[in-house]
């Protein structure tokens, strides 16, 4: 019973098992901010192409 105690203790001193979730946590919060980047970044160059498809598509238009 001792030993089961002793070996708990330790593994909850050890400071491997937090690092590798504080990793874990920081790669998600950087995909996040990544992946929320790109998508407004792309919406605003969808943004400018239809932009200019219109205004080619009035300049085609009228001359």
Not at 11 to 17: C, I, Y
Not at 22 to 47: C, D, N, P, R, W
């Amino acid at each position: 019973m001792d030993a089961a105690i002793r070996k708990v203790k330790r593994f909850l001193q050890e400071d491997q098992g937090p690092t590798a979730v504080e990793y874990a946590v920081l790669l998600g919060l950087i995909m996040m901010v990544i992946i929320g980047s790109v998508t407004a970044f792309g919406l605003k160059v969808t943004e400018m192409f239809t932009d200019t498809t219109q205004t080619i598509a009035l300049a085609s238009e009228s001359g």
